[in-house]
Nanobody, 117 residues
Framework: QVQLVESGGGLVQPGGSLRLSCAASGSIFSISDMGWYRQAPGKQRELVATFTSGGRTNYADSVKGRLTISRTGAKNTVYLHMNSLKPEDTAVYYC???????????WGQGTQVTVSA
């Protein structure tokens, strides 16, 4: 099993920056894809940014150029660098990891990001 713990959320003004962190533990060797999703009130959970099994990155169009995903060399921690934040970025951000060995996705508990003046 994989356990994920996020940190770094909070309240920020429009145009501000935050960095989210996600630390993975457990069977991290089995992880192929890892990244971030978010869910705003009344909306479905959506992809923000992820690393794929081939090491490529995928970004939602709405965040390209403003949010950047990175990870440590050991690939057990991923970060989401959030710049030029907008009120529409307000959501609970969830860390995600997929293990093809088990066919299961693991999710963190979520961290709230609120962008407001």
């Amino acid at each position: 099993q994989v356990q994920l713990v996020e940190s770094g959320g909070g309240l920020v003004q429009p145009g501000g920056s935050l960095r989210l962190s996600c630390a993975a533990s457990g069977s991290i060797f089995s992880i192929s894809d890892m990244g971030w999703y978010r869910q705003a009130p009344g909306k479905q959970r959506e992809l923000v940014a992820t690393f794929t099994s081939g090491g490529r990155t995928n970004y939602a169009d709405s965040v390209k150029g403003r949010l950047t995903i990175s990870r440590t060399g050991a690939k057990n921690t991923v970060y989401l660098h959030m710049n030029s934040l907008k009120p529409e970025d307000t959501a609970v951000y969830y860390c995600y990891a997929f293990s093809p060995l088990t066919g299961r996705a693991s999710w963190g508990q979520g961290t709230q990001v609120t962008v407001s003046a």
